[in-house]
């Protein structure tokens, strides 16, 4: 799509677009222990106005990104219908603490099920249609000269409603409502056999190989004799993990009923019409099963300890907080209630769900990649992607919508900040130490991947030969995680001292292991300093006194850049090396004459400002 036609209004439409993406209460979310289903954290003023200029002569290439969906409701009929059944129990028992307590519990359970039934399971709320149209409109207005000449646009999506509905948003707020979303669940989609559109990936193919092996890993390290299985056994049965399960329900229910869940057939909850393990498949009351498959339950899933119904109840929590828009009447809830005064609770909630994630999809065990290495296709059209376009392609945009399962790894791949330590392979783990946990590690879910988490790279490239290389410039990058502008990693370097600009060589070496002889740095283009008059010896005066002016130091040569320089932005020289810049850098001859020298580089420096 040419994007000619649409450049007039983008950037007032962008601009206006600015104040949709912060979450409703941005400042309660950072304190409320959401994990993963923390609304998105949009990027301050302040966060956008610290982005770095490209370096002096680069002008845009390229933008691409990856995103997770933005907010939804609950993804499926299952905790609230777990907690229906366990309120059933409890008012024909006298569970509750009051019959008015009991009411006002199945009353907010009654309401989040047909808030979720009127919006459709696993669909967007308004907040996270809201979410994309924000980051779009901000990445229409960070790329507006990249777009000023026209450019087509690809958009990607895994194929669930939700991922594609984020997408549609996004090139909403981007100004690009045209652009029709192609599925590439084979891309983004890469953790499951099986396909949103329930199709699977097709046997023989890469794809379909690399989806077995994960779950084959995940399968036997989650299972029994698993160490992945063996770490959630021991967090699961740390005291914390019961003392605030009976925290948080001693609020709700009485001391006899909590400590009778789990004991008995008659405590013990599955998924279904009467709460039994071989009961019916239960759907929520008022949904169009056809129209909303995920309206009807899964029937393995069940309560059946105190920690489990904590936990069923945490998840209605975290996820009320991104269907602001829809808890409205006739359908109001209040979840929050009964997290007030047990922050610490939730924060323990928050830790026991983010294990999940980061073992099965993040960092997990030290020494293992099999969790994130399915990322690896991803990183590759990241790559492949700026390759076509530095080629001539005519595609200056690549936007990809998917889910936390594309996210997390990608993320540990790239060992973003927060997804780089992983926990300690031990097979029979005996203290907390043994496992993932909070204190020795910064892995969290809700800034790993809050909803509409995103990794976004603009590429930036000039024209000419470089005199380093003897060939075309190498394209440069720089990332914005969750549009706030990051270094890569460690292992890769930048093309100055305090960057965050990147040859694309240099992250190909750093990130994929290719091997290259140019160097990650940016060279300095220096003109020699032309001799200068002889200066007249001066007439010695007989005064006594010390002459006023002082004697120049010695300088250093100017072949050499200091390796502290900082990034100078736009309007400066190009950044330094932090090496010499000499005749073999340059590709001059010893033998040249020094006029000859200064000729070559002043000619080359005003090509390449062309």
């Given at each position: 799509m040419n994007l000619r036609p649409a450049l007039s209004g983008l950037v007032v439409a962008a601009i206006a677009t600015l104040a949709l993406a912060a979450p409703v209460h941005a400042g309660d979310a950072d304190a409320g222990f959401y994990s993963s289903k923390q609304p998105y954290p949009a990027p301050t003023q302040a966060d956008i106005n610290a982005y770095q200029s490209a370096p002096d002569g680069y002008a845009p290439l390229a933008t691409e990104s990856v995103a997770r969906h933005g907010s939804r409701g609950l993804s499926g009929f299952k905790y609230d219908a777990l907690l229906h059944r366990l309120a059933e129990t409890a008012h024909i028992g006298g569970g509750f603490l009051t019959p008015e307590i009991g009411d006002a519990f199945t009353a907010n359970l009654d309401a989040i099920t047909a808030a979720n039934v009127e919006n459709g399971y696993g669909m967007l709320t308004g907040q996270g249609a809201r979410q994309h149209q924000g980051i779009g409109a901000r990445a229409a207005q960070r790329n507006a000269e990249l777009f000023a000449g026209g450019g087509r646009i690809v958009a990607e999506t895994s194929g669930e409603a939700r991922a594609t509905e984020s997408g549609q948003n996004f090139l909403s707020g981007f100004g690009a409502a045209g652009v029709a979303l192609e599925p590439r669940p084979d891309l983004l989609y890469f953790h499951k056999v099986k396909n949103p559109d329930g199709s699977a990936k097709a046997k023989g193919t890469p794809e379909r190989a690399r989806a077995q092996a994960y779950a084959d890993y995940i399968g036997a390290q989650t299972d029994d004799g698993g160490t992945i299985a063996a770490a959630y056994d021991l967090i699961e049965a740390?005291?914390?993990s019961v003392d605030v399960a009976d925290d948080l329900l001693s609020g709700i229910f009485t001391p006899e009923f909590i400590a009778a869940i789990g004991t008995d057939d008659a405590h013990t909850w599955y998924n279904t019409a009467d709460g039994t393990k071989a009961g019916a498949i239960v759907c929520a009351p008022g949904a169009d099963a056809d129209a909303d498959p995920d309206a009807c339950g899964d029937p393995k899933k069940s309560i059946e300890s105190a920690v489990d119904a904590a936990m069923t109840l945490y998840n209605l929590y975290i996820i009320a907080v991104d269907m602001q828009e829809e808890n409205v009447a006739p359908h109001t809830f209040d979840f929050e209630q009964y997290f007030v005064g047990h922050q610490a609770d939730?924060?323990?909630?928050?830790?026991?769900?983010?294990?999940?994630?980061?073992?099965?999809?993040?960092p997990s065990l030290d020494g293992h990649d099999e969790t994130f290495a399915v990322a690896q296709p991803l990183l590759d059209d990241f790559f492949a992607t700026i390759d076509a376009r530095a080629g001539g392609g005519d595609v200056a945009a690549t936007f990809r919508f998917a889910h936390a399962e594309t996210i997390v790894p990608f993320a540990a791949l790239l060992k973003l900040p927060g997804s780089t330590v992983a926990a300690p392979d031990n097979a029979a783990p005996a203290t907390i130490n043994d496992v993932y946990n909070y204190d020795t590690n910064p892995w969290r879910g809700a800034e790993v991947t809050?909803?509409?988490?995103?990794?976004?790279?603009?590429?930036?490239?000039?024209?000419?030969v470089d005199p380093a290389t003897g060939a075309d410039y190498t394209p440069l990058v720089r990332m914005l995680y969750n549009e706030r502008e990051i270094a890569f990693n460690d292992s890769c370097t930048a093309v100055s001292a305090g960057s965050h600009w990147y040859k694309v060589s240099e992250l190909k070496r750093c990130l994929?292991?290719?091997?290259?002889?140019?160097?990650?740095?940016?060279?300095v283009v220096t003109t020699p300093t032309p001799p200068s008059e002889p200066t007249p010896t001066p007439t010695p005066t007989t005064s006594a006194e010390p002459s006023a002016e002082p004697t120049a130091a010695p300088s250093a040569s100017r072949d050499v850049a200091p390796t502290t320089a900082p990034f100078a932005g736009?309007?400066?020289?190009?950044?330094?090396?932090?090496?010499?810049?000499?005749?073999?850098?340059?590709?001059?001859?010893?033998?040249?004459?020094?006029?000859?020298?200064?000729?070559?580089?002043?000619?080359?420096?005003?090509?390449?400002q062309r």
């Open positions: 740390l005291p914390r939730a924060e323990w909630f928050a830790y026991l769900l983010d294990s999940e994630d980061f073992y099965e999809k993040g809050p909803m509409a988490a995103n990794v976004q790279w603009d590429v930036v490239s000039r024209d000419g994929t292991g290719v091997a290259t002889s140019e160097s990650p740095l940016l060279a736009p309007a400066s020289a190009l950044a330094a090396t932090g090496g010499t810049t000499n005749a073999a850098v340059w590709g001059i001859g010893a033998g040249l004459l020094v006029i000859g020298a200064a000729a070559i580089v002043i000619g080359r420096r005003r090509s390449a």
